[in-house]
């Protein structure tokens, strides 16, 4: 069974949606505030990996930090986080 949330499969939402919703906020405010950036990037690391394709991941990861990366693996993405990150 899928879980819902207002109405919308949660496998309808982009990843950014996700971490938005955790953080009660909008997903602009995830770029705009270092805080709310950071955090949403601690909770990147610790999601489960096969919940959202690659690509979502890789546009997350863009979007949050602005560097332009291709990635092979969601794991490959989190190991970035952690080590060139500094989370």
């Known amino acids: 069974r899928r879980q819902r949330k207002a109405g919308v499969a949660m496998s309808e939402l982009h990843l950014l949606d996700i971490l938005a919703a955790r953080r ?8 705009l505030s270092p805080i709310l950036r950071r955090a949403a990037l601690l909770d990147l690391c610790r999601m489960e990996t096969n919940k959202f394709p690659l690509s979502q991941w890789q546009d997350t990861v863009r979007y949050l930090t602005g560097i332009e990366k291709d990635f092979a693996s969601i794991e490959e993405i989190k190991a970035f986080l952690r080590n060139e990150v500094k989370l």
């Not at 009660?24 to 770029?31: A, E, K, M, Q, T």
């Open 24 to 31: 009660g906020c909008f997903i602009s405010d995830l770029n």
